[in-house]
């Protein structure tokens, strides 16, 4: 099939296992396009420093971002980034991509690497407080809250780190926790209890916030004995795990109970021609070396299939 | 320094010219974060598409960003970055915190409606 919205391979996702498929493929000429729903780098981004990338002693996510784009580039990767998929069909020798804004597109293989995003307590005020009280990242916003009380929802390391971190800034940080025990490494739990300034609400969640220009208050539910009560408090961190972006793919290919991408070691998932590789895919560990390695393995399983269906069809 | 391909909005002189010689702005203050980053990204993005509005940015711990962060529209604001929207010189809205796509172009179409 030639077009010039003919593409060889789209990559759905710009973080790292996206970005990674896009090098392999293009520089294996390849015609490849990534589309990106959000910013290239994907939750890449979020993270002020990497540390623990082999062969690069630091580096920012964005600055890491930018050179696997680059990288992709140079190659001839084509990107496009915020845009919205409107309908995807995966069945059939050639799968097709159309945007929101009418653009239509065509390739022989997918590689669907959405990512995740912050999960969001859902409660009633959340999305009108954000940016007004209501944070997901202490190293942006923490600052704001210098002599003020907070609180802080989650169990898992990122919580306790960052409730450690907060207390730089605010006098009290209080963290409200949905279970009895913590499913953080015992160093962050041992340093968040010998911290002073925090004190724990266990058996907690937050059901409301309150507030008009700015956050004034939450509502705690206890689930020892289901009593609500509302507290005043200044801010309110949430660190409550990732989410699969995955929600367009029900219906399309298999996921889990979680909505996470099932795939073979091939990053191959059960439709044929459709691979999947990087945070939204099943599996244990999340990092970016993790998803750079998933995205090399689906690039280069998507590879072999194209060959194949080209000499299938040249044969035919 | 913000490593975007924006313009850069340096001082509160440049800030005040920028808004009063242009009728429609946005600009983005903000740091290299991960809140900062994609609203920066978007602005990029769709810097073609709306010719008519012009987009900077402006480093929110330099001093001169004074000029947004202490205006009073921003009381309240506790997350970064500040995007602000000025039409013919006055500020017509504010937003705290990452937006996406879709609530930036739709503040964009409200506030910034080409006449037809």
Redesign the interface.
């Known amino acids: 099939m030639e077009s010039n919205n003919h593409y060889n391979a789209i990559v759905i996702g710009g973080g790292p296992a996206g970005l990674t498929a896009g090098i392999y493929l293009s520089r294996a000429r390849i015609r490849t396009l990534i589309l990106s729903e959000?910013?290239?780098?994907g939750q890449m981004?979020?993270?002020?420093e990497i540390a623990n990338y082999p062969g690069v002693e630091s580096v920012?996510?964005?600055q890491l971002s930018m050179i696997m784009r680059n990288q992709a580039k140079k190659f001839g990767c084509d990107i496009k980034?915020?845009i919205?998929l409107d309908t995807l069909k995966l069945d059939g020798e050639v799968k097709e991509v159309i945007l929101s804004d009418g653009a239509r597109f065509t390739a022989d293989a997918i590689i669907l690497s959405p990512g995740g995003r912050s999960r969001t307590l859902g409660a009633p005020g959340e999305e009108t407080l954000?940016?007004?009280?209501?944070?997901?990242?202490a190293?942006?916003?923490g600052d704001?809250?210098t002599d003020k009380e907070i609180m802080v929802v989650g169990g898992g390391n990122s919580a306790l780190e960052e409730a450690v971190s907060l207390t730089k800034y605010a006098s009290k940080v209080t963290v409200v926790h949905q279970f009895d025990h913590f499913q953080a490494f015992e160093y962050a739990i041992e340093e968040a209890r010998s911290n002073p300034k925090i004190s724990f609400m266990m058996e907690t969640t937050i059901t409301a916030f309150h507030g008009n220009?700015?956050?004034e208050g939450v509502e705690i539910t206890d689930f020892k004995n289901g009593y609500k009560q509302n507290y005043p408090i200044d801010?309110v961190f949430i660190f409550i795990g990732y989410v699969a972006n995955t929600e367009f793919l029900e219906g399309k290919v298999e996921l889990n109970i979680w909505k996470e991408i099932l795939v073979d070691t091939d990053m191959q998932t059960n439709i044929k021609g459709v691979f999947a590789a990087g945070d939204s895919i099943a599996k244990r560990y999340r990092q970016v070396t993790t998803a750079v390695a998933d995205g090399t393995i689906a690039a280069l399983a998507a590879s072999k299939y194209i060959h194949e269906l080209h000499k299938t069809i040249q044969h035919a | 320094m913000l490593?975007t391909n924006l313009k850069h909005i340096e001082t509160a002189a440049d800030h005040q010219k920028f808004i009063s010689e242009n009728e429609n702005v946005m600009i983005c203050c903000g740091?290299?974060?991960?809140?900062?980053?994609?609203v920066y990204?978007?602005m990029e993005?769709?810097e073609d598409q709306y010719a008519h509005v012009k987009f900077a940015d402006m480093e929110f711990d330099n001093p001169e960003s004074h000029v947004i962060r202490n205006v009073p529209e921003v009381?309240?604001?506790?997350?970064?970055p500040f995007t602000m929207y000025y039409k013919n010189g006055k500020l017509v809205k504010a937003?705290?915190?990452?937006q996406s796509?879709?609530q930036v172009t739709a503040i964009l179409e409200s506030e910034f409606a080409e006449a037809n």
Request: hydrophobic share 30%; proline share 4%.
């Open positions: 959000g910013t290239i780098g981004i979020l993270t002020h920012s996510g964005y980034a915020n919205q954000k940016g007004k009280g209501i944070s997901y990242c190293t942006c916003d704001f809250f220009e700015k956050l801010g | 490593y740091r290299m974060g991960p809140m900062c980053i994609p990204g978007i993005d769709i009381r309240g604001f506790m997350g970064i937003t705290s915190s990452i796509k879709a």
